[in-house]
């Protein structure tokens, strides 16, 4: 069965530059969320989306923005990286409102290294 | 709000002995409960879920909970640890079926040979 699909899967940057993740939901998934776990902690919910549009926001930096596009795929943009980013990147899939069972299926993560 | 305490970051069990990881909710509407798994350098793998209905959840790889209301627990076990079971496990409550997944601190799980 399809999973989720993240890209890449290993970034490295350098402080200051920009990064973009992104990720391909489970096909028939409208809702995406990312989460950002940080060595030997918990992950930390970012953003999330359904139907293109933000539907809820936790511990985001303002430098941080994400967007989910008409084909359900969803962007992190990354700008001013600092050596704190530097961390694991999940994005998860639901069917959304109406049609979930609560269940997040989870992509395998990108790995971000900021120097 | 929704929140999640998993008493003890780390635990060792002898392999072939009882597995116990406890985790502890707080939510102000009926909680949704998941266990999820972490091996190293890997993804986030779901090993169950507590919706509505039988209080007693069975996963995968011989995994079960139970959800009690009265405890606000829902402490994960196993009856015999296997070498493969280390890994990181996540105890995690939403709130409904779209709301996001707040995970607890995590329990590292050792087994012994």
């Known amino acids: 069965a399809a999973g989720v699909i993240q890209s890449p899967r290993h970034l490295i940057k350098e402080k200051r530059e920009t990064a973009t993740l992104k990720c391909y939901p489970i096909?028939?998934?409208?809702?995406v969320y990312w989460y950002q776990q940080g060595p030997g902690q918990d992950p930390q919910f970012l953003i999330s989306f359904y139907e293109k549009m933000q539907s809820d926001k936790g511990s985001i930096p303002d430098r941080f923005s994400a967007q989910q596009f008409s084909d359900y795929h969803s962007e992190l943009n990354m700008s001013s990286l600092e050596l704190g980013d530097s961390a694991l990147y999940f994005c998860a899939s639901s069917l959304g409102q109406g049609g979930g069972t609560g269940e997040l299926f989870f992509g395998e993560g990108s790995r971000l290294t900021v120097l | 709000a929704q929140s999640v305490t998993q008493l003890g970051s780390h635990v060792s069990v002898s392999e072939g002995a009882l597995v116990l990881l406890r985790c502890n909710y707080s939510s102000s509407v009926p909680p949704y409960l998941f266990w999820y798994v972490q091996y190293p350098n890997q993804g986030l793998q779901l090993l169950l879920k507590?919706?509505?209905?039988?209080?007693l959840v069975k996963g995968i790889n011989g995994f079960e909970a139970e959800f009690k209301k009265s405890e606000t627990s829902f402490h994960l076990t196993k009856p015999s640890a296997h070498m493969s079971d280390a890994a990181e496990y996540f105890c995690?409550?939403?709130?409904?079926?779209?709301?996001?997944?707040?995970f607890g601190p995590g329990t590292s799980l050792s087994v012994i040979p």
């Open positions: 096909p028939r998934h409208d809702t």
């Open positions: 995690a409550v939403s709130a409904s079926s779209y709301d996001k997944v707040i």
């Open positions: 507590y919706t509505t209905g039988a209080t």
